[in-house]
């Protein structure tokens, strides 16, 4: 007795996604490893120019936001504990604002919050355009002291494993 095809249609579709994810996999865990961050500059809502130049030397984290992304705001007080756990090493920080986010939200959200690291506007969206046209909120880049990119996390990071990073990156040489 043979068994009619259309069982078996679904093994074609699902081994071409399981290779699509496998590739997706190898690409994030090698992001890190020859991706130099953009070589861009970060207007604070002060309005300082940060540029990644000027941060070489230093692990940085930059997260791109909103105001109305509900994981954001939810994440925002452990970023902050995570900024202020670390800061006292070396870490620097930058919040981008999307550019769909009204300055005068962010601003706001800022204050209310005292969010105690820098926070900058991408008003025409050339940084999330340079960090690889990042569209989805909260996305976070890792960038150690050689200005290359060594994790990015889409969505909110596991806090223990982002800690642990941080903490190697920032006793590397």
């Known amino acids: 007795m043979t068994l009619p095809a259309a069982p078996r249609s679904w093994i074609k579709p699902a081994a071409i996604g399981a290779l699509v994810l496998a590739l997706a996999g190898v690409g994030y865990a090698t992001l ?18 940060i540029s990644t130049q000027s941060l070489r030397g230093k692990v940085v984290m930059v997260n791109f936001w909103a105001t109305s992304c509900v994981s954001c705001v939810r994440e925002m007080p452990q970023m902050v504990e995570t900024y202020n756990k670390f800061k006292g090493q070396g870490l620097q920080f930058v919040a981008v604002a999307m550019k769909y986010d009204p300055p005068n939200y962010v601003l706001n959200f800022t204050e209310t919050r005292k969010l105690p690291f820098t926070v900058a ?11 690889g046209d990042v569209a989805l909120t909260p996305t976070t880049f890792v960038i150690g002291k050689d200005g290359k990119i060594l994790k990015r996390y889409v969505g909110e990071p596991e806090f223990g494993q982002l800690h642990a990073l941080l903490q190697k990156a920032l006793a590397a040489g």
């Open 121 to 131: 506007l991408d008003s025409g969206g050339d940084l999330a355009k340079s960090f």
């Open 32 to 49: 890190g490893s020859s991706v130099a961050a953009p070589d861009v500059t970060f207007i604070s809502l002060a309005g300082d120019k």
